[in-house]
């Protein structure tokens, strides 16, 4: 399903293999699918957090909607075009209805002020906030299914190695664990934890890039995730560490944990 990775021409690239942070902008995103900006006063972290909300056509007569949820998400909407990329493979038959919540890792009130650093490596504070206070309102507000089997969560770089932190700390809350380019570095332990660890109860997305994209620890997890025998899809690209590796290996990603039965049988 790997499209021709050259229609994109929107590129952030950078030899160091750490995706720049967004840039101090609104987003402005709202549409019959997508939902206004929401704003969540964490008691856990001392402070808000902003995010958006896609529900599949029909959303009101539907029930026990599995979710995924996506770090850096002001940047998968707006770069990732992944809400409309949903909407296309849901009024396709191509997977089933989902709900996407896209958190930003901004300060809501001064977007100059990123805490995806703070918040990526592993931090417990944050994993608590996503587990005790972003999903119950998700479960409460949509009409989601509230079992860790029908949730996932999504990043890229820094939020790749989110992902993999709540891979290892919360996945009694998320079944699906996906990954792209993940930068793990900051977290040097993060491989022997998977590694020293009885296998988890976790389906993974991972993929990278062939050159300049961490791609060397990327390989090492995922030798130890199949030495483990996860259930593991594995994409490597020939593009470095920008949207020309990550845009193209969405639809990839969607039907890897949300195939409908149609597409399953094909």
């Not at 493979?89 to 919540?101: A, N, S």
């Not at 009694?172 to 491989?191: L, R, W």
């Not at 022997?192 to 389906?203: E, G, N, V």
């Amino acid at each position: 399903m790997l499209r021709n990775a050259l229609i994109w021409t929107f590129c952030l690239g950078v030899a160091s293999g750490i995706a720049p942070p967004l840039k101090a902008t609104t987003l402005e995103v709202a549409s019959d699918t997508l939902s206004s900006r929401r704003v969540i006063r964490s008691q856990i972290l001392g402070y808000g957090l902003q995010f958006w909300v896609y529900t599949p056509p029909g959303h009101e007569s539907m029930e026990n909607l599995p979710a995924l949820y996506v770090s850096d998400g002001a940047w998968y909407l707006r770069s990732g075009q992944l809400a409309a990329l949903a909407d296309s493979m849901i009024t396709t038959g191509e997977i089933e209805p989902i709900v996407i919540v896209f958190l930003d890792a901004r300060n809501p009130d001064n977007l100059d002020i990123n805490r995806r650093n703070e918040q990526f490596f592993c931090n417990p504070r944050f994993i608590d906030f996503v587990r005790d206070e972003l999903v119950p309102r998700i479960d409460q507000n949509y009409h989601t299914f509230s079992d860790r089997t029908a949730r996932s969560i999504l990043g890229l770089s820094f939020g790749g190695l989110n992902s993999a932190c709540f891979g290892l700390h919360a996945h009694d809350t998320f079944e699906g664990i996906a990954m792209q380019s993940p930068a793990m570095h900051p977290v040097k332990t993060i491989h022997q934890a998977y590694a020293d660890s009885s296998r988890l109860p976790i389906k993974v997305f991972l993929s990278s890039g062939d050159h300049r994209d961490n791609e060397d620890r990327t390989r090492r997890l995922r030798d130890i995730l199949e030495n483990k025998g996860y259930p593991l899809h594995y994409m490597e690209v020939p593009f470095a560490h920008n949207w020309m590796n990550w845009k193209p290996l969405l639809d990839d990603m969607l039907t890897y944990f949300y195939a409908s039965n149609a597409t399953q049988t094909n």
